[in-house]
């Protein structure tokens, strides 16, 4: 099992960032999948995740701003991330869990398996 994270950069706030996560040996199409992120001094965040069937859920710190989505066909996981603000400051991971159907926890906990993660900057 391997997830790769791309696609952190750096960014001006009101920007806006797609992150995209490759999955190998994985099933995007039979597990859960989120994005989390974790900024210096901060316990590790859940974002944004979506089930086998394609449903979402969001954070309430990024609902409105940002978009999970995946290619089933190409295996990839990905966060649309627009109007982006200096909070938004931290390194972002995607994960999953072996879950057929829905799935609405955003708890980082519950997630077994986990990308190396990449660097999103926002500066002011």
């Known amino acids: 099992v391997q997830l790769v994270e791309s696609g952190g950069d750096s960014a001006q706030a009101g920007g806006s960032l797609m992150l995209s996560c490759a999955a190998s040996g994985y099933s995007l199409y039979t597990n859960c999948m989120g994005w989390f992120r974790q900024a210096p001094g901060q316990e590790r965040e859940g974002l944004a995740i979506i089930d086998s069937n394609g449903n979402p859920t969001y954070a309430d710190s990024v609902k409105g701003r940002f978009t999970i989505s995946k290619d089933n066909g190409k295996n990839t996981l990905y966060l649309q991330m627009n109007s982006l603000k200096p909070e938004d400051t931290a390194k972002y991971y995607c994960?999953?869990?072996?879950?057929?159907?829905?799935?609405?926890?955003?708890?980082?906990?519950?997630?077994?398996?986990w990308g190396q993660g990449t660097q999103v900057t926002v500066s002011s």
């Open positions: 994960a999953g869990r072996r879950l057929r159907g829905r799935c609405i926890n955003l708890s980082p906990t519950v997630y077994t398996d």
